[in-house]
């Protein structure tokens, strides 16, 4: 947990490091404890997105920018399907504004990744 800002919390998902906004939790969170999460992301306003063209083959999916909520993730655009590294997400909106990107690279900021803990993973 952030000591400073109750509501955020860093979570380890999929070997990225991500500093969330507890949206749902039901339970007390516990270090080094695996817990079932649903991960999103939240935007203001309007989309700040960029095509990626590049050919390394190493990209880094979630990059925080400064010591803010937001981040920079990047990932493919399939359909209403975004997904950086092994994490998907679902976004209807996406896929309308940006259709003629489906299927390519692109970079996505938001203002910040939102946490619900589901239950602890047995």
Request: glycine share 4%.
């Amino acid at each position: 947990m952030d000591e400073t800002i109750e509501e955020f919390a860093y979570f380890s998902i999929e070997n990225n490091d991500l500093y969330c906004f507890l949206n749902c939790c039901p339970m007390a969170i516990e270090v080094n404890k695996v817990y079932n999460v649903e991960l999103d992301y939240f935007i203001i306003d309007e989309f700040i997105l960029e095509e990626v063209n590049t050919d390394e083959s190493v990209i880094i999916p979630f990059e925080r920018i400064g010591d803010s909520t937001q981040y920079k993730i990047t990932g493919r655009l399939d359909g209403n399907t975004f997904t950086a590294g092994n994490i998907c997400f679902e976004d209807d909106a996406l896929q309308l504004e940006y259709s003629y990107l489906d299927g390519r690279l692109i970079t996505l900021t938001v203002w910040r990744l939102s946490i619900s803990v589901i239950s602890e993973r047995i």
